[in-house]
């Protein structure tokens, strides 16, 4: 399977403790995002990463959240000290950049639960 | 970014088409239009898009009003497999992130 893969598929975990995902893009895809998405929702963008430099973030993304895509391959989202409200869907998507409007192709994504 | 509106959901029969609206009244010249799926339990997944002419590919057919004001994905023979929320989108360019609204809750009836 070479689309795009994250991990863990779900992770429970009680409020205050910090949580890492990761996730591995396509191969040669210059371009990751990532995404959060609660029930009912569509997903939100959080940042993206063009190579290994993070180009955007959204004010969503709190000061207890980091993502780092070392090397521009796979990348990486922390959350310190988890709230309840974290509990979300965090999905990854990979792009190639493309002279026009590119694709993403998004992962399964990791369902987070936070007691 | 500019604002969609699609209906929150639709149903329709199998192997029969299958219509689903967006309206984007103030889109911008330089917006493309995307279509965006997504299956139960998954991430979502690319449909098609397109700037002012209207696109077929091997999953659906956009077709855009000439004003751009709106736009239309085609499934043109749903199946069981077709269930999904369908998200539309507009993305201008060099707008790296898509922002997604709560999208059209398609349900196929077998």
């Known amino acids: 399977d070479t689309g795009v893969s994250q991990n863990p598929r779900h992770k429970i975990t009680k409020r205050g403790q910090n949580v890492t995902f990761r996730c591995d893009p396509i191969?040669?895809?210059?371009?990751l995002y990532w995404y959060r998405q609660t029930l009912g929702q569509g997903p939100e963008f959080l940042t993206y990463f063009q190579n290994e430099a993070q180009l955007e973030k959204s004010r969503l993304l709190s000061d207890r959240f980091s993502a780092e895509r070392p090397k521009g391959s796979f990348s990486t989202l922390e959350i310190q000290r988890t709230e309840q409200g974290d509990s979300a869907m965090y999905l990854c998507?990979?792009?190639?950049?493309?002279?026009?409007?590119?694709?993403?192709?998004f992962g399964p994504g990791t369902r987070l639960t936070v007691l | 970014d500019a604002k969609t509106t699609q209906p929150n959901s639709m149903e329709s029969n199998e192997e029969e088409p299958v219509h689903l609206p967006c309206n984007h009244s103030?889109?911008?010249?330089?917006?493309?239009i995307h279509w965006y799926r997504q299956l139960p339990s998954q991430g979502p997944e690319y449909v098609i898009h397109?700037?002012?002419s209207n696109v077929n590919n091997r999953m659906a057919s956009l077709a855009i009003a000439e004003d751009r004001k709106s736009s239309t994905l085609i499934l043109h023979r749903a199946t069981l497999r077709d269930a999904a929320v369908y998200y539309c989108?507009?993305?201008?360019?060099?707008?790296?992130?898509?922002?997604f609204g709560t999208g059209t809750r398609l349900t196929i009836i077998p």
């Open positions: 191969s040669e895809h210059n371009r």
């Open positions: 998507a990979s792009s190639l950049l493309r002279v026009s409007t590119d694709t993403q192709y």
């Open positions: 103030t889109i911008s010249g330089t917006d493309y």
């Open positions: 397109g700037l002012t």
């Open positions: 989108i507009l993305r201008d360019f060099g707008n790296e992130k898509l922002t």
